[in-house]
């Protein structure tokens, strides 16, 4: 007998494909809260966070007493980096590949808004005013990318579609990437920052990459030039972004994640006309979960034949390699 339980986040409704599970007579299926959770927990072999911003099992995972694999519908999984789990010998998946082309069309939106002064050419339209303005060209403009999995990856082939031209930043610098020709080290960002109009932020949340852009970064960015983030909030000095946004020491922010979620009403950043702000929803397209539903389940199979998985994260980095 398999017990799978399954994280769900209050008011969502699990889809079809992931209850039907629990339809197999040596499944047993337990779908729980995650106040619930700490009693579910013992016996589970296979834990599913659909509830993927929940923080509840490090505080209940002692009672893991089966636990083999967790999969988190999510592609990051900073929230599964706590010291217990990280050190056992459970496996850990994400939704890598499911939120690819969503956020590099994203991106893409974010770029465009910004490049063509579509901000200021609505406040116009609400105003009714005709104000002809001059805008800017993607082609031939330069995007670092920070965050080089399968999601970056997936941006450097949008842009470079459009004759962008495209820079890595990873956890080691190298030369010679096939959808970045060069990849710089991410903890000397700093030092490559001239000439580049777009920064880009799909980086993991890890030890590493908390407060990777700091204001020594903003400091070093082009005064024309935009940061995006669309990978997690606590990337990001949010503090020493808003002074820099402020003073006018770069140009703008299309921002999609944050430190603290849901931002503040009374945050700064709403206020600013020069920034773009979206509630964490970047890789939201129309039947996404249905598609997460149906990765989990694929997965799933494989688990229950003995067969590895496509992609397994690294505990120890904080992402899949």
Same mark, same amino acid.
């Given at each position: 007998?398999?017990?799978? +339980? ?12 992931? +209850? ?25 072999? /296979? ?8 923080? @509840? ?17 999510? @592609?990051?999984? $900073? ?7 990280? *050190?056992? $010998?459970? /496996? ?7 939120? *690819?082309?969503?956020? @590099? ?81 991410? @903890? ?28 020594? /970064? ?18 990001? *000095? ?17 921002? $999609? ?26 890789? *939201? ?37």
């Amino acid at each position: 007998m398999t017990v799978l +339980t399954i994280l769900n986040s209050p008011g969502t409704r699990v889809p079809a494909q992931l +209850t039907e599970l629990g339809e197999a007579p040596d499944v047993e299926l337990r779908i729980v809260a995650a106040e619930e959770l700490g009693s579910a927990l013992p016996g589970t072999e /296979v834990l599913l966070l659909w509830d993927f911003f929940s923080t @509840a099992l490090e505080s209940e995972f002692a009672r893991a007493d089966s636990l083999r694999w967790i999969h988190a519908a999510s @592609a990051g999984v $900073d929230s599964l980096l706590f010291a217990d789990l990280v *050190d056992s $010998d459970v /496996v850990v998946t994400n939704a890598r590949g499911i939120f *690819d082309r969503p956020i @590099a069309e994203f991106v893409l939106g974010f770029m465009l808004v910004h490049a063509k002064s579509l901000l200021g050419t609505l406040t116009d339209q609400r105003q009714s005013k005709w104000n002809r303005r001059s805008s800017r060209d993607l082609a031939g403009s330069r995007a670092l990318i920070v965050g080089t999995g399968s999601i970056g990856r997936e941006i450097a082939r949008v842009l470079a579609a459009l004759d962008v031209e495209i820079v890595g930043a990873g956890s080691r610098a190298r030369e010679g990437d096939p959808d970045f020709g060069r990849v710089i080290d991410s @903890a000397d960002l700093a030092s490559h920052l001239s000439g580049v109009d777009w920064l880009i932020d799909i980086a993991p949340l890890t030890a590493r990459t908390a407060n990777l852009i700091d204001a020594e /970064v903003l400091a070093a960015m082009e005064p024309h030039a935009h940061l995006i983030n669309v990978g997690r909030g606590a990337t990001v *000095d949010t503090a020493a972004l808003v002074a820099a946004l402020a003073e006018g020491r770069i140009a703008g922010a299309g921002l $999609d994640v944050f430190a603290e979620e849901p931002l503040p009403p009374d945050h700064p950043l709403w206020a600013m006309d020069n920034v773009i702000i979206t509630p964490h929803m970047s890789g *939201d397209t129309e039947g996404w979960r249905g598609r997460l539903a149906d990765q989990f389940v694929d997965l799933f199979a494989r688990h229950r034949a003995g067969l590895p998985f496509a992609h397994t994260v690294d505990k120890s980095a904080g992402y899949v390699r």
